[in-house]
Nanobody, 126 residues
Framework: QVQLVESGGGLVQAGDSLRLSCAASGRTFSYNAMGWFRQAPGKEREFVASISWSGDATYYADSVKGRFTISRHNANSTVALQMDSLKREDTAVYYC???????????????????WGQGTQVTVSS
C-alpha cells in the first residue's frame, strides 16, 4: 500500500503561486491514480484535481481550472500541484490521495480514494 506525505504549503498573498508536492512510498505508486482535495475551516472536503496513473488524463474542479496544474513523476514517486493566481478562497488544508492500484481513471469522488496524506496548510492573504 502506498503512503503519502505532503509538503510545500505556506502563507502567500493573493495572486502569488505555490507548489505542493506529495511524496509516495510503496511499490504500486506507478499504478495509482492520484488526487488533491482540500478542506477549509467549517467546510466539507472538496475535490481539487486528479491525474491518472499514466499521467495522460487530468481532471480539475471548476473553481481551480486554468489556475492549478496537477502532474506526476512516477520515477520519483511524486505528484505535484502547481497553484497560480491564488485567491483567498483557496485557503484550506490540502490533502494528497491515492486510488487503489490499477484502478483506472481520474475521479472527483473522495470515496474512490483509499489512501490519504496528513495534509498541508495553504493560507492566502489579501
Amino acid at each position: 500500500q502506498v503512503q503519502l506525505v505532503e509538503s510545500g504549503g505556506g502563507l502567500v498573498q493573493a495572486g502569488d503561486s505555490l507548489r505542493l508536492s506529495c511524496a509516495a512510498s510503496g511499490r504500486t505508486f506507478s499504478y495509482n491514480a492520484m488526487g488533491w482535495f482540500r478542506q477549509a475551516p467549517g467546510k466539507e472536503r472538496e475535490f481539487v484535481a486528479s491525474i491518472s496513473w499514466s499521467g495522460d488524463a487530468t481532471y480539475y474542479a471548476d473553481s481551480v481550472k486554468g489556475r492549478f496544474t496537477i502532474s506526476r513523476h512516477n520515477a520519483n514517486s511524486t505528484v505535484a500541484l502547481q497553484m497560480d493566481s491564488l485567491k483567498r478562497e483557496d485557503t484550506a488544508v490540502y490533502y494528497c490521495a491515492a486510488r487503489p492500484p490499477r484502478t483506472d481513471g481520474v475521479s472527483s469522488n473522495y470515496k474512490a480514494y483509499n489512501r490519504w496524506g496528513q495534509g498541508t496548510q495553504v493560507t492566502v492573504s489579501s
